[in-house]
């Protein structure tokens, strides 16, 4: 049992604290004291003040919140950022993206592009990611070793893919990881088939075994654009969410990630099986995907969380500005201004993450008992005057930047908007240095890539 006489390890106090859970609150000269990397103390300041505290820290002119959540995107592709940009998916994806994998793709490869966004995922307040990619050992330990926190996604298609030979090798190497992080406090397993146009469905009825044996999350790519559903209805006579509700893959532990196209019955399976939506504004807008109707399925009761997808389509792992553009998409969508407010946008971003991720218990609020996943962000700047709504002031006119600090389980993993883990020049050189091996590949095989 913790010691509830003990100090705390760290008192902080900042001028805002949202705890998003309650909906809708600011506690305005608020402090939050952390204890073996869990919240257990908020309280108004002149208050908190008589705590005892091994740390108080004084964040004057920053909001607290709860650590961003980026509920889907495939970390290592942060070393393709820019490879191939302006194409439609599937020419994207044919053309440029599975060759350049085919190509490059390997541990060394894994290891390095998930540290890039690591970093970069922890310098613009994201606190725990969803990563679907290659060697999802090789990601675990990145996650591991950098303090952070992750659902490592393990990638299952019909076809073989660096790290799997075939199918069953890969679920193998996923329910061994499973097994293997089962007990770690940060990380979390999943499988993630890749999407209804490349896994059949024996393979999607393995995974569901599995995953049901395991009470483990499946992520999934899910009418990501018109043309899958079209595809998929002249060729089965069937839409891909029809056809997964009908093996059984759709419930509470199921991320149906983009689904730009919803039929009413698409909608009405969504909500009877409580599965979650991951909306990924920016990469559907880049690629001319199509448009999720967030506030359409936030008002029939979806969770829809929130992904940045990778860098490779994006082109940055920036949930902040990406839950702007889901605030400001959602409006044109919904054709009202009323449509996913600066609130409500939060919560997509921290504890609809959390939910979709089934980490609700965990993290994506600040109440007492959670993990101390928190990022201060200082709203203190000419760009941030003056302040009516914190919340308001964070959604619509705050960018990545003003990103201060950020804490993992209790764990300051970014101070004064440096790393304290990991080495930026380092990491900043290894990645121009696979920039430059890569675009090699391109001048001899093809046009240049930008
Ligand atoms: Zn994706």
New binding site residues.
Partial sequence: MPNTNAPLDLLLLPTWLVPVEPAGVVLKEHGLGVRDGRIVYIGPRAEALKQQAVEVRELPGMLLSPGLINA???AAMTLFRGLADDLPLMTWLEEHIWPAEGKWVDEAFVRDGTDLAIAEQLKGGITCFSD?YFYPKVASERVHNSGMRAQITVPVLDFPIPGARNTDEALHIGVELFNDLAHHPRITVAFGPHAPYTVGDDNLEKIRVIADELDAMIQM?VH?TAFEVEQAVAQNQERPLARLHRLGMLGPRFQA??MTQISDDDLALLVESNSSVIH?PE?NLKLASGFCPVERLWQAGVNVAV?T??AA?NNDLDLLGETRTAALLAKAVAGSATALDAHRALRMATLNGARALGLQAEVGSLEIGKAADMVAFDLSGLAQQPVYDPVSQLIYATGRDCVSHVWVAGKALLEERRLTRMDEQALGQTARAWGLRISGLAEQDGPHPR
Wanted: proline residues 0%; hydrophobic residues 15%.
């Fill in positions: 889907h995107g495939h679907m790519h990501e990630v983009h990924c990469s992904g997808d990778g389509s």
